[in-house]
């Protein structure tokens, strides 16, 4: 075979031309494009993909807010969420209101079973200068029962942040002024100078006073909390004080204006005093003698004191019942008038008198006696120790006046 320009030349010796393949199905245009941007699609999938769920898109969590003052001037979305430091969520929003602010937290709904019901909540930093987390603080006291979602937890405390210090020492500083700075802190120097042994004497004694002291700070913190009840009473009654002391003023006031008719009244009282001295002294044995003469009839109606008290007592309540049966409300008087069977006669020696109670005057049931009631009744040795009765039965011939009174004494007819 042999080779020439434009062709080959077959043995025969006649030219042969080369046809050109045809492209494959893969090798078109368009089937390359169409791969190509099926690779850039999925390669932006894969990447979104990637960041939603490093952002937590994917995620499955619940919603719980944070109510405080304050949120922290490092405090961020996507901070960290804890609970005995364990992560448990992140932040996802921060807001302000009225009542301070409000942190929204995305917490994964098997750890938020880690957190007590009754758990409160502090925003802390990891470093002074760190970024704010979140924190689960559990009580001494944890509840059975779980946060539930969308529950809002009250923040204890926010950790300050240095800033805020420098801040507050700068506006500090602005407002006082160098040259009596200076006077105070060279005054304050000169006192010290040279008493450095007496300061440290104060330091280690102050330091022996707490720790005599530090022992009773229970009983001074329950005194303290106890005082608060005390304090509430003086602030409900401030205003009756203030109005007390207003009016003593005005007293005083009076007094000061009457000062000369005051003055008056107190040299009659003086006169008054002599002239009682004198009448006191000239019958002082008089005075004793009637004094002792009274001893006895006093130590009587001592004695006496509860059966006079329910006396006058008792009259006083049956006064207005006397008026009304005695003709009070008009000219008549109100009777009862009936039959009544007759008690036992009396019988020897059963019904003789016989007096030996010791138990002293009484009164009893005066005071709190009601329509229906019966009085307590005081068991004595003495011939009344029976409640009378009325009889239940009739009873004919029966003894006479004479032998009742009289009994079987002789000439009294049976």
């Known amino acids: 075979m042999v080779q020439q320009q434009g062709g080959v030349v077959n043995p025969i010796g006649s030219p042969f031309v080369e046809k050109p393949r045809p492209k494959r199905y893969l090798e078109q245009r368009w089937v390359i494009r169409l791969a190509g941007a099926g690779l850039v699609l999925g390669i932006v999938a894969a990447v979104t993909i990637c960041l939603v769920s490093f952002a937590g ?135 010290l100078q040279g008493r450095g042994d007496k300061l440290g004497q104060l330091m280690v004694d102050s330091d022996d006073v707490l720790k005599a002291l530090n022992p009773s700070l229970p009983d001074l913190q329950r ?35 009457e000062k000369d008719n005051f003055d008056r009244v107190l040299l009659n009282l003086v006169g008054l005093a002599n002239d009682t001295g004198t009448v006191l002294s000239d019958n002082e044995k008089a005075l004793v003698d009637t004094l002792g003469v009274l001893r006895p009839t006093t130590e009587l109606l001592n004695e006496y004191n509860p059966a006079l008290y329910c006396l006058v007592v008792g009259s006083a309540d049956a006064l207005p019942v006397g008026n009304r049966i005695f003709g009070g409300d008009g ?33 009893e049931n005066i005071l709190d006696r009601v329509p229906g009631s019966h009085s307590q009744y005081i068991v004595t040795d003495t011939s009344e120790g029976e409640v009378w009765t009325p009889p239940t039965s009739t009873s004919l011939n029966g003894p006479r006046v004479f032998q009742l009174l009289f009994g079987d004494v002789p000439g009294v007819a049976k």
Do not use: W
Request: net charge negative; charged share 20%.
């Open 57 to 191: 898109g994917f995620d499955n969590t619940v919603k719980v807010s944070i109510a405080s003052p304050r949120a922290g001037l490092v405090m961020d979305k996507d901070a960290k969420v804890k609970i005995r430091g364990v992560e448990i969520g992140r932040v996802t929003g921060i807001s302000d209101g009225n009542d301070g602010a409000r942190i929204d937290l995305a917490i994964d709904p098997d750890k938020l079973k880690m957190v007590p019901a009754n758990a409160t909540v502090d925003i802390n930093s990891s470093t002074v200068f760190g970024a704010k987390y979140i924190n689960f603080i559990e009580p001494q006291t944890p509840s059975s029962d779980s946060l539930k979602p969308g529950s809002v937890v009250q923040a204890g405390a926010v950790t300050v942040e240095f800033n805020t210090l420098f801040q507050h020492l700068t506006d500090l500083l602005g407002k006082v002024q160098p040259e009596k700075l200076n006077a105070t802190l060279t005054a304050l120097g000169t006192a």
């Open 223 to 257: 005194d303290l909390q106890t005082s608060v009840g005390v304090t509430n009473l003086y602030a409900d009654t401030a205003p009756d004080l203030l109005r007390t002391t207003g009016n003593v003023a005005v007293t005083g006031g009076t007094i000061v204006d």
């Open 331 to 363: 000219p008549y008087v109100t009777l009862n008038a009936g039959f009544m069977g007759g008690g036992t006669p009396y019988s020897y020696p059963k019904d003789l008198p016989k007096v030996n109670a010791t138990g002293g005057p009484h009164c």
